[in-house]
């Protein structure tokens, strides 16, 4: 164990030694006094706007004072007891479901192979150090348990939305971030354990699967069964999934009632049930220990590949891990010349790889987002306004954003060795990552116009916003990409990037609330716009120029 915590500690140090002497620190320090110091401005403009809009109100009410005292008890009555003993037992069934589905898509991912678990340095040490294989196991296992962790640093900045907009109290904030926290340490533990089972006893990984779909089949059948007894959804639930009595199933039970405990409000079982999750931790932390794992051979062949996989991409080659598909085109020429084949280069790709030479993944997905969100705000919220379907799509543009061509692009050496001028062939690359959001945001855009009926002027601004915004997310990604040093930890990288990746959505949210207050919607938008273009143009303008030094 001193052998572990020395390794462990010192990567890390000398991961953040490393970043520390180049100008990361000059950029990053900037950064965050500029983060703070928009956050400050944001805070007190806010208060501020607050003032003027409660006594704008306040005369108001006195004018219409009786009017609306009618009107207000007619409709914003609050939600009967029922009602909320309703919303949450619905809300327990989902938590336990999804749990369960976690845990089984951890074990499945673990009884493939190791390939995200280990890297070359591990091997290294499998084979030098005085180190038992699960040591070097567990050094993984910590950093990304850590990685997941600050990967969720991004919650904190939705405090302010969850009580604000959604109305949520503390004891349901708490729930939140603690039941993220431990869903994401407790998919990797499910990995890792499967993993360190299989790995020494082979022939149980033929046999993951089918328990996978028995106790599938198994939940569905009691499901059913007590459904078809009962003829009601919810007393079904009531038996089965939010019982009381299903708060005892180890793991499972316990994280249950750990967050509703924490929605109802209730300190002391929330603390048991809290301790009694953290004690799993450990009990699986202690069984991936003790398991007399021999992983060498494994372990080597599966970092080599992640090895060789990470220099194709280095010089600008491509490593097939699957069969090749016979439907995608691989004849064709996608012109351009100069630093235009980068935008070039995205069009042809997207002919040749996607569905009718048109339709991706991508496209989908949004479209599914901007559907579910439109017809969530229309029959339960029963607004036809596109702001809150908007607010979604950003922060899930947030996420898709850091698969963006121009990252593809800075992954290899093209981007570096086409002789031509930086700014071009930045310009370019940027340009491709914007044409594809533009493109995959059409049909949903316009199926969003179509259902709830909003002003084609604002679906435009929206429309622009996004284009705008996604601009700004690549130049961020840019901006890390160039600072931090690729040799560091992933945890370390994870880290630094979600921080200030969130600050720049703390930006946007301030100047989003600024311009919704002063000018309405439009004029959220378009200062969101202003702003964005013009912190994008900031890195855009320094990108190239570490690009053409060799940074």
């Known amino acids: 164990m001193k052998l572990w915590g020395y390794y462990a500690l010192h990567t890390f140090v000398n991961t953040i030694k490393k970043m520390f002497r180049s100008t990361f620190l000059v950029i990053f320090l900037a950064i965050i006094g500029f983060g703070v110091i928009f956050g400050l401005v944001g805070g007190i403009a806010g208060s501020v706007m607050d003032h003027q809009q409660a006594a ?51 074990m499945y991912t673990g009884s493939k192979n190791g390939t995200e678990i280990f890297q070359m340095a591990d091997v290294n040490l499998l084979f030098t150090a005085p180190l038992k294989p699960q040591s070097v196991l567990m050094f993984r296992l910590s950093f990304q348990m850590i990685a997941t962790v600050f990967a969720s640093v991004y ?25 993220w926290i431990l869903l994401l340490v407790f998919q990797r533990l499910m990995v890792v354990l499967t993993y360190t089972v299989c790995s020494t006893h082979e022939k149980l990984k033929k046999y993951v699967i089918p328990f996978i779909l028995v106790v599938v089949l198994a939940v569905a059948g009691v499901l059913a069964a007590v459904y078809f007894s009962t003829g009601d959804i919810l007393e079904t639930e009531n038996m089965t999934l ?130 579910c969100v439109a017809a969530f705000t229309i029959k339960v ?5 596109f702001f809150s379907v908007g607010c979604v799509l950003l922060l899930v543009m947030f996420f898709r954003n850091m698969g963006n061509p121009i990252a593809q692009e800075t992954a290899r050496n093209w981007l570096f060795l086409v002789p031509e001028n930086p700014y071009k062939k930045v310009w370019f690359s940027v340009l491709a990552g914007v044409y594809g959001t533009a493109v995959d945001l059409i049909p949903g855009m316009i199926t969003a116009t179509v259902i709830m009926g909003e002003q084609p ?41 979600m921080i200030l990746r969130c600050l720049i959505l703390v930006v946007l949210s301030v100047l989003v609330m600024i311009g919704y207050f002063a000018w309405g919607i ?30």
């Open 155 to 179: 919650l904190v900045f939705q405090i302010p939305n969850l009580v604000l907009n959604m109305g949520l109290g503390v004891p349901a904030i708490v729930a939140i971030f603690v039941g």
């Open 242 to 371: 939010s019982a009381h009595w299903s708060r005892m199933i180890p793991v499972l039970g316990w994280y249950k009632g750990m967050i509703m405990c924490a929605v109802n409000g209730e300190v002391v079982p929330f603390l048991i049930y809290l301790v009694l999750m953290l004690a799993s931790v450990v009990v699986f932390i202690v069984a991936i220990w003790q398991i007399p794992a021999d992983f060498y051979e494994d372990a080597l062949s599966e970092a080599s590949k992640r090895a060789q996989m990470l220099d194709a991409a280095k010089e600008g080659r491509v490593v097939n891990t699957k069969k090749r598909s016979g439907r995608i085109q691989r004849e064709g020429v996608f012109g351009g010349s100069g630093a235009s084949v980068f935008f070039t280069k995205e069009v042809y790709s997207r002919r040749r790889m996607a569905k009718f030479g048109l339709v991706t993944n991508t496209m989908l997905f949004y479209f599914a987002v901007i559907v």
């Open 56 to 106: 704008e109100q306040a005369s108001e009410m006195q004018e219409s004072e009786d009017v609306e005292e009618e009107d207000t008890e007619e409709t914003d009555q609050p939600m009967s007891p029922q009602d909320i003993a309703l919303v949450k037992t619905h809300v327990e069934s989902v938590v336990i479901l999804l749990f369960l589905v976690i845990l089984l898509w951890g």
């Open 457 to 497: 002027g604002i679906m435009i601004l929206w429309y622009l916003t996004f284009l705008i915004v996604d601009f700004l997310y690549s130049q961020v990604g840019l901006l890390m990409e160039a600072l931090i040093p690729v040799t560091s930890m992933d945890v370390v990288k994870s880290m630094i990037q």
């Open 522 to 551: 439009a004029g959220a938008l378009i200062l969101t716009c202003i702003a964005s273009a013009g912190i994008g143009g900031v890195i855009f303008w320094v990108y190239p120029w570490m690009l053409h030094r060799g940074k």
């Open 381 to 385: 919220v029963e607004s036809h306004s």
